[in-house]
């Protein structure tokens, strides 16, 4: 079956510190893949996405994700996190089964001490 | 322009009673769906709607039903609560099928089944 993992559940870091959030994907087709972000008391908002193109793609807030198609992953990168990037994240993938279909995975809490 | 609003905020049944979640979105959207989220499974597809008048089922849709009463509108209701459907409930809307275009989310609500 089709699933969309996240390695990390909970991430704590200081602010200045580097992240990157794991994002790997079950499924050999063709897929669209998102990134979303929920602030405390917001609603989910889009990051970044890659359709095609350049697998390196640039977000809002200074985030950036990679796609690497052989390791079935898009990982989420910011060099320098700031205590307002404290908030939930979600990989998501979209898969052409026919209809496309949206697959979020379990999500990831940043905690960023300031 | 609201974008996808969703009421009421919070709720709490008694198990057995009914309710209905509603949802309206004001971009003109032709796609809306129903998401359940809980604690280390991301957001999960209860039901969607491609297109005005059609409804089909997502990934757990047993114990609810759903109407799409017009481009705007799309309520997710339950007939008979349960505990297990204790979560926060998120209603999305795209203007293209879902994965082709990034999808739009209201606040949620917060249900509680006693």
């Known amino acids: 079956a089709q699933s969309v993992s996240q390695h990390n559940h909970h991430v704590i870091l200081s602010e200045a510190a580097s992240l990157e959030l794991g994002c790997n994907y079950s499924?050999?087709?063709?897929?669209?893949l998102f990134w979303y972000v929920q602030y405390p008391g917001q609603h989910l908002q889009l990051l970044l996405k890659?359709?095609?193109?350049?697998?390196l793609v640039k977000g809002i807030k200074g985030f950036e994700a990679e796609f690497i198609k052989s390791k079935f992953s898009f990982n989420l990168r910011k060099p320098s996190v700031q205590w307002s990037d404290t908030a939930e994240y979600f990989c998501?993938?979209?898969?052409?089964?026919?209809?496309?279909?949206?697959?979020f995975g379990a999500g990831t809490r940043l905690f960023v001490k300031a | 322009n609201a974008g996808v609003t969703q009421t009421p905020k919070f709720q709490v049944l008694k198990t057995g009673q009914s309710m209905t979640l509603q949802c309206a979105q004001d971009?003109?959207?032709?796609?809306m769906y129903w998401y359940r989220q809980d604690p280390g499974m991301g957001l999960r597809l209860i039901y969607y709607?491609?297109?005005?008048?059609?409804?089909d089922k997502g990934e757990v849709p047993n114990g609810y039903n759903v109407s799409r009463l017009n481009k705007r509108e799309f309520s997710l209701r339950l007939e008979s609560a349960a505990p297990s459907q204790t979560s926060v409930y998120f209603c999305?809307?795209?203007?293209?099928?879902?994965?082709?275009?990034?999808?739009?989310f209201g606040p949620g609500t917060r249900l509680t089944v006693l």
């Open positions: 890659y359709f095609s193109g350049d697998p």
């Open positions: 998501a993938v979209s898969l052409n089964t026919g209809g496309f279909k949206t697959i």
């Open positions: 499924y050999g087709g063709t897929v669209n």
């Open positions: 971009m003109n959207h032709n796609s």
């Open positions: 999305a809307s795209s203007s293209g099928q879902g994965g082709l275009s990034e999808q739009f």
């Open positions: 709607s491609a297109s005005e008048g059609t409804t």
